[in-house]
């Protein structure tokens, strides 16, 4: 096995004014330094962690939305444990623990199970399928987002995803919702979470018509906690959508669409579903038509990491 550098730099990537990938730098920095710019020394990496703790503290001192705490410390240290024993072992080092984190709390706050394993299994296979799942120096799916779907679908009798709503209180969801809008938007990727929710919204009225239900009942799910670490967390996963601003609008627009079909066929955790096939499906066409093959390095030790999971 080769050996990655410890004081390799760290590459990032630049956009024009349309969101556009348009060059690959390095920072001349060791991998993991923090990134200053923006508002003062607030590391970006910093924001996402941010954002998913303010939604954790608000659904559990509100509505207490956690099966236990001491599942999602559980989920939390294994996905922490698993990205440094993974680093060490693929790249000799220990990567950004950001992503770790997100996923961790992610796992924490979606599953629900009375069993504790359930937390620890999903959280390493969100972690190792950065490691395992990879394609031209690219992990194809967002770490959160395989490992629910796969619990899911393999333990669908012992787990269960977060379905609390923010009932009738108003506040919670519009802190969430602002302090998201502008940490996403910040990051640029707002236009993401605007089209997806768009979409949502449209296609959730021709599920209304096909299926003669109320459009609000078809709609209430995007006010939930559930929705919010969806739209601002998987959907927007730096490493795991496009290059480019449209392509980025239209995967969001066909994981709203399948979705929308998965609801029509009944299938419990479509949004999860929906993201599982569409996003890795449209990054491996971009990697192939779009990227010319480099050399396999050995894992997300090696990559910018930009605080999501």
């Known amino acids: 096995m080769s050996q990655v550098n410890l004081k390799a730099v760290e590459s990032a990537t630049t956009t024009d004014n349309n969101g556009n990938c348009t060059a690959s730098v390095t920072s001349g920095e060791p991998l993991g330094s923090p990134r200053r710019r923006g508002w003062g020394i607030l590391d970006n990496r910093a924001l996402a962690p941010a954002l998913i703790t303010c939604v954790l503290l608000t659904g559990q001192l509100t509505f207490g939305f956690l099966e236990s705490w001491t599942r999602t410390f559980l989920a939390i240290g294994t996905a922490i444990i698993c990205e440094s024993a993974l680093g060490l072992l693929m790249a000799q080092r220990i990567p950004h623990l950001a992503s770790a984190y997100i996923s961790g709390i992610s796992v924490g706050i979606l599953v629900r199970s009375p069993f504790y394993?359930?937390?620890?299994?999903?959280?390493?296979?969100?972690?190792?399928?950065?490691?395992?799942?990879?394609?031209?120096?690219?992990?194809?799916?967002?770490?959160?987002?395989f490992g629910v779907s796969a619990l899911l679908f393999m333990y669908p009798h012992v787990a269960a995803s977060l379905s609390i709503q923010w009932g009738n209180s108003l506040w919670?969801?519009?802190?969430?919702?602002?302090?998201?809008?502008?940490?996403?938007?910040?990051?640029?990727?707002?236009?993401?979470?605007?089209?997806?929710?768009?979409?949502?919204?449209?296609?959730?009225?021709?599920?209304?018509?096909?299926?003669?239900?109320?459009?609000?009942?078809?709609?209430?799910?995007?006010?939930?906690?559930?929705?919010?670490?969806?739209?601002?967390?998987?959907?927007?996963?730096?490493?795991?959508?496009?290059?480019?601003?449209?392509?980025?609008?239209?995967?969001?627009?066909?994981?709203?669409?399948?979705?929308?079909?998965?609801?029509?066929?009944?299938?419990?955790?479509?949004?999860?579903?929906?993201?599982?096939?569409?996003?890795?499906?449209?990054?491996?066409?971009?990697?192939?038509?779009?990227?010319?093959?480099?050399?396999?390095?050995?894992?997300?030790?090696?990559?910018?990491?930009?605080?999501?999971?």
């Open 117 to 145: 394993w359930p937390y620890a299994l999903c959280a390493t296979l969100s972690i190792a399928s950065k490691y395992v799942l990879r394609f031209r120096n690219r992990h194809l799916w967002n770490p959160s987002n």
């Open 172 to 309: 919670p969801m519009l802190v969430v919702w602002a302090l998201g809008s502008v940490i996403v938007g910040r990051l640029k990727r707002l236009h993401i979470c605007v089209t997806y929710v768009i979409s949502f919204l449209t296609l959730s009225a021709v599920r209304s018509a096909i299926t003669g239900t109320s459009y609000l009942a078809n709609i209430a799910p995007l006010t939930g906690p559930m929705y919010q670490l969806f739209v601002f967390f998987m959907l927007t996963d730096p490493r795991t959508t496009l290059r480019n601003k449209r392509g980025q609008c239209v995967v969001a627009f066909l994981v709203a669409v399948v979705e929308m079909l998965l609801r029509l066929a009944e299938v419990i955790h479509a949004p999860y579903y929906a993201l599982f096939l569409v996003g890795p499906a449209a990054l491996t066409w971009e990697l192939v038509m779009l990227t010319p093959p480099a050399r396999e390095a050995h894992g997300p030790a090696n990559e910018a990491v930009a605080g999501k999971a």
